[in-house]
Every structure is written in C-alpha cells, then in structure tokens.
C-alpha cells in the first residue's frame, strides 16, 4: 500500500495531523529551494525524534573517497557529496523554561503543514501542550526567496492559550553538522570564524578539499501583538556555533514572532574575503523590505514563473496536484540563470546518489526547460557539457581509449566521474547517447545551430571515437558488437548486445558525421578550427561509417522484436502480473544475484530507444515491443513510467496512459518506491511534464514544424499548457471535443494538428 495521508489540493500540497512516522518523508515533500540553495523541511525548533536534517548549496560538494572492498583500475577516486550545509534556519523555543519539542509534548492537535506551490512558500500551525502544562499555538512560514537568492526567511509565532508565561526565542547557526550519508564519516567542513555583530551573526567555513568558502549567516527581529520590540539579546558563541537569545514576557492570548532572515554567500559569486560583506549587504536588503515585502515579492516572482509553466488539469485534482508539484520542484531546483549548474536527481531535497548531473539531465529535463523558459537555459545545459568535454576525454583515457574519445560521466560534480558501483561508471555507457540525442533535440526544438557550430560537433566528434573504438568486430557474426554494457535497465549488469546501447552508438557516429559535412558545407571557418582542434581524419572517419554501417543488433524470430539484449530469451520469463505483490519492490526485497538472473526490468530500455528514436519505427513496431517488454517492467526506475504513458498514448491505450502518469506525477507524493524520506526524484519530474505534453498532447517536430496530436484522458475535462517553440510561446487548450490553439507572438506560425497544417495568427484562438 502506498503512503496516502496528502490531501489532494490544486495548488498546495498539505499535511493534516502530526505522526512521527512521516515526519522524514514530510521533509522531502515539503522541501523548499531557489536555485541557488535548498533545504528539506526540519523544524525550526529542535526535535529529538527521528529526522533527516539536510540544507543544500547549489555547486558546493565534497569528494568523499571511494570506498569498495577490491580496488579496480580505472575506478573513480572518489563518490561526489552533495554536502549538509551549515544549519541558518534552528531556533530554540523555550516556553516557561520547558524547550518546545514536537517529540515530548504531551498533546498535539491541529497540526497542519502547507507548501503553498502558487506562492512559493511553506508553513506549519498546531496546537500544542508542553510537558510543564502550557498549552501554546504556533505558526510559522518559511521561504526562500527568489528575489534575492541568497536570502531565508522565517516567520515564527508563540501564543500562550492558557496562562501568561516567558517566552525564550533563540535563533541559532550551527557548523558542526555532517552528512547523512557518507563513506568514511570525514569532516567535511571547516568552520574558520564564528562572529556576532549586533543583530547579526556569521559562521566562516570552507569544505574540506574542495575549498568551497562560505558564510553562513543570520538576523532576527522580535515582535509581540504585531509591534517591533527592542529586546535585547544575549549572545552566545561557540567552536561551530553562534545563538542570539531574545527573552519576552507574554499575555495568555498574547502573540510574540520571530522574524528571521539567513542563508549563505558563496566564493563561487564572491571574493573569499568578501564573504561576511556581501552577507550583510543580503540582510540589509532583506531586512529593509521586511518578512511580509519579501513575500509579496516571492508571490510575484512565482506568478510570472507559472504563467509560462503551469499545466491546467480540470475534473483531476490528484492528477492536477501531481503536475504541478513536479513543476514547482523543478523551478526550485533550477532556474537556468548559472551555466556552471546543472540539475541534480534529488535536487536541495537529499543526499542520495551524490552528484550533479546524470544523463538524466539530456534524456529528461532539457525538454521541459527548452520549451517552458527562454532556449538559452537549455543552451546553458549543453554548454555545461561542452566546458566539461575534456574532462570527458581524459575519464575515456582512463578505461583506455585514446584520439580524443570521449566518454562522459555517469555521474558528476566538474566533468569527473564520480561513481563508485564499477557496473555503472564502466558499463553504463549509453549515458553518452543521451547527450548526443540532447543536442539534436535541442536543434530541432529551437532551430539555433550555432550552438553545434560553435561547441556541440566538437561534443560529437568525441562521442563518435568513444562508440567507434567501443565496438568490436565479430568474425562469427560478420558485425560490430558492443561487449560488457549496462543498459538503461540497471537490473542487468555486464551484458552483451544492449540493443538500446548498440542503436545509440550507431545513431550517435551517423549524427555526428552528417554534422560534421554539414558544418563543411555551410560553415566553413568552423570547420577548419574544428578540424584542427580534433585532428579528425577521412580515414578515421571512414572507420566510423563502417562501424555505425555494420552494427549487430539482437533479435528475436519468434517474437518478432529486438532482444534487450544477448541471451534475454535464456530467463524464466514470468509477467510482473504473476509476480507475488509481498515481494515488490523486488531492489528492496531481492539479492542483487536473484535480480540479475530474472527477466525484470528496472525502466524502460528498448522502450526508451523507441521513445527516443521514434520516427525510426512504425506504429506496429512500437505496439509489438511494448507489449512484449512492459509486461516485465517493475517500473523501479523513477524514470520509467512517463516514457511509458507517454508510448501507451501513441497506441491510443488511454487507461494505462492514464495510470502511468499517475504513477509518475505522484511518485513521491504517494511514495510508490517506498524511499521517498531519502529524497524527492527531481530530474524525473521534467519526465512527468513529457507524458502530459508529449503523451496526451502528442508534441512533436514534423517536418521542422511544431506538431500536435492531442488526446484528453476520459477522468479529465480538459487540460492546458504553454510551450515556447523559437521565441512564439503556443498556448494549448484540450477539451472532450476539440483542441484550441493560441498565438502569443508577433507573427504568424503554422503548426501541424493530426498531421493537417493550422495557420496561428497572433493573439487568435484557432481550432481544427
């Protein structure tokens, strides 16, 4: 059974009544971020029950060594941490000298949290009594804000209900913290000054390193029944640690807040000696404003995102609520304002998997961001790989390949690998595809080639050597064969043959080569800078063509479909459907030994290529594979289900379309892999904006043309969304009986309705 205690609203995601049980996973769920920074949804004031405490900085890790009981060569020296940043948000509460702690009060009643999507912000009320008898109602809001992205700020209310009482506020930075998940419990931070200056206070620290430099930094400000007060505060600094305490007597019925602003600088936008400085600058713009301007600011700021971002589900409210929680994160996550970013897979929401960037970010999130903000955030993305494309190279030469082969990382902070499970860092390779198909998707989406002309055929050309020198040509099949591989399906290790790596590989030389005398013919000066930079030969690429020409691709006779790989045919093949229920999920409930001898898929693999490369196969073909290949799906992969509603809606299966997209627009929401504490699945979220875009909607590139092929699921009304297609932003509005199409551009645009040209004229409503 999967967890169901969200109350389906369309704009806010709420919790209702106070169980220690979720309060890990409700740190997931209600976690807030900027791009910049991020934080899962502790308490401000201290809890002594089981939680998982975790603020993030965007771009700061730590290389945490690999740790693996046999050494193999090529292994990637360390596992990158996305590094708990030191603590702004505690603050003490002590009621008639008893601390306010959820874990210990006697009675707790009315407890309601509320991330309010539209607006950008996260709140908590309750009632509660403490152990001495005072009963008390709190209130608190948290936001980080948009406007100024190094800013935090907290609203924290006390009323006493049932007698006067001393109310002590003391809103702390704390240093000494470690990560939730490390190899070798190192210390990661260094904490290098610990000040206090007036209101304000400032912990200095560097990571172990890597030398990321921060200030963490704090300011608060008490009132009582809505009046600023002038309490005065007494100060307390340690090692790691620095607390102001304010202390106000209270009337039964009587209000007192805490305002509290706080949040890092970073010498990734500053001078390292500019730290405690620029952190001043952000409170004293912060605290100008005040906690109630900056909200309406962060309320504008949210506006102006959803207008181009909203998705509208109307009869839906647990498929509205879904889709729009998977957007928010996203924006919170990234925002595409900083090249030297990328989008992490459990964004500022956990520490699981580690890294920055996975293939995830070309398969999956590119789409989203290309199309809901301005190209040059989706450029930014590809030219994030191309500044890492060296790094790229030397990661191939340490498995051995040579020439400018180059094979990006699984998993990455700077361009590194930095994976530590040898069958993903030596054998996951497709990964390169994705990159590949992301530059492709990206021209044809946007029509700017300049980003090939300028960086992306360089990314190709080493891409193209890395496949090329990969396969290896079998005598006794007559072909190029790519041995020893993990496809997208991780519950199959070291194969041979993944059909999905072998067609990437072939389609990623064909590209790069039809790239490549593109870029002769029409652009001459890059071409020559190119060719030299690369040293690319004729001979060499002649090799690359017989490889791509000659590739061997397994399949099967009898039923008619590409094998997944060599020998799948060798497994007990038994349905998902005839699987005992006790046993899923089976990465939870299985040896890894039982999991690699069984026919179970953990995502979409030969699925995923048919999404990709779906102009290269009939309608037949895909109805074949998928109904050979879904039934052994475990969707266990938080990057399964979208590809998979997204196929079913091509093959008009409206019902599983439908479930699929449930499945994964409210995968954490209702914990389906039953792990959702550890962390919200960001990066497979843009994957939830494709099936309702790209499934229901049926958007494609025809023929260089915007296409649409819109189907509405029978428990919905209808359903909207935008997409900015070359600077025209196209709203989409699907209803039972008819689509409608409007224009916001300054010139005409024909797109393509079930295959038959509509003509948009700016600011009309056109239907077909």
Known sequence: MNQDYIKADAWSIIEEGFDKEQVKSSESLFSIGNGAMGQRANFEERYSGDTFQGSYIAGVYYPDKTRVGWWKNGYPEYFAKVLNAPNWIGIDVVVNGTALDLNSCTEISDFRRELNMKEGWYSRTFRATLPNGIAVQVAVTRFLSLEIDEIGAIAFEVTPLNDDVEVVFEPYLDS???????????????????????????????????????????????????????????????????????????????????????????????????????????????????????????????????????????????????????????NQTYLGTDSRLNIGPKGFTGEKYGGSTYWDTEAYCIPFYMATKDQKVARNLLQYRYNHLQKA????????????????????????????????????????????????????????????????????????????????????????????????????????????????????????????????EEYAQDHARIVTKTGITDSETALMKEVADNMYFPRSKEHDVFLQQDGFLDKELITVADLDKTQRPINQKWSWDRILRSPYIKQADVLQGFYFFEDHFTVEDLEKHFDFYEPFTVHESSLSPCVHSIQAAKLDRMDQAYEFYLRTSRLDLDDYNKEVEEGLHITSMAGTWMSIVEGFGGMRIVDDMLSFAPKIPEQWESYSFKVNFRDQIVKVMVENQEASFTLEGTRPLTILLHGKPLHLNPEEVSTL
């Open 176 to 330: 000494g913290i470690k990560n939730h998940d490390t190899n070798w419990d190192d210390q990661f931070w260094n904490t290098t000054k610990v000040t206090s200056i007036g209101a304000q206070a400032f912990i200095a620290a560097h990571t172990m390193k890597t030398n990321f430099d921060t200030c963490t930094f704090m300011e608060s400000k008490v009132y009582y029944n809505g009046r600023h007060t002038d309490t005065p505060s007494e100060k307390t600094t340690k090692d790691t640690y620095v607390s102001h305490r304010y202390t106000q007597k209270v009337s039964q019925g009587g209000t007192v807040a805490l305002h509290k602003f706080g949040g890092y600088t970073v010498s990734r936008n500053h001078g390292t000696g500019d730290l405690i400085e620029a952190a001043q600058e952000a409170l004293q713009k912060a605290t100008e404003l005040g906690f109630e301007s900056l909200l309406e600011l962060q309320r504008n700021a949210w506006a102006t995102i959803w207008e181009m971002s909203d998705i509208t589900i109307s009869g839906d409210v647990k498929a509205q609520q879904g889709i729009r929680f998977n957007i928010f994160q996203l």
């Open 393 to 520: 190279i030397e990661n191939a030469e340490k498995l051995g390949f040579s020439n400018g082969a180059a094979l990006y990382p699984m998993v990455t902070m700077n361009g590194e690998e930095c994976h530590n499970e040898w069958e993903i860092t030596f054998e996951e390779i497709h990964r390169n595809g994705a990159i590949a198909f992301a530059i492709y998707n990206y021209y044809r989406f946007t029509g700017d080639y300049s980003y090939i002309s300028e960086m992306g055929l360089e990314v190709l050309i080493g891409i193209a050597r890395f496949w090329q020198q990969r396969a290896t040509f079998s005598k006794d099949k007559d072909q190029y064969v790519i041995l020893g591989v993990t496809g997208p399906n991780e519950y199959e290790n070291n194969v041979n043959n993944n059909w999905y790596t072998n067609y990437t590989a072939k389609w990623c030389i064909s590209y790069a080569l039809e790239q490549l005398q593109k870029v002769k």
